[in-house]
């Protein structure tokens, strides 16, 4: 492992929305003082290892960066692998189509 990945501690935290809903977010901080901060958005798959992965590479190149998990709001502890057996076991696009819809419409409504 990159000595530099050793530094970097991502967690788990909650964020509270506007509407009181809280939601899960995988954070992840650099070692020192952050040159900036970064949203990472998670793929059809949630905030799995390849997501938690990215923010972790983020926080290495300096970046305070921090992965919402965006389906919480329909289904909680989204985390799905890339293998055959764990996208078969996935929601269907249709689903899938109602967690980013309701995702969006919670984002419109707090502009």
Do not use: C
């Amino acid at each position: 492992m990159d000595a530099k990945m050793e530094e970097v501690v991502g967690k788990t935290i909650e964020l509270k929305a506007k509407d009181g809903f809280t939601l899960a977010a995988y954070r992840a901080d650099p070692a020192g003082k952050p040159k900036g901060g970064l949203v990472v958005i998670q793929e059809i798959f949630g905030v799995n290892h390849h997501i938690r992965d990215v923010t972790d590479r983020f926080a290495v190149l300096g970046y305070a960066a921090i992965a919402p998990a965006l389906f919480d709001r329909t289904k909680r502890g989204v985390d799905i692998g890339y293998d055959a057996a764990a996208v078969e076991t996935a929601a269907s696009p249709a689903q899938y189509a109602e967690r980013y819809a309701a995702f969006t419409r919670w984002m419109l409504a707090t502009v």
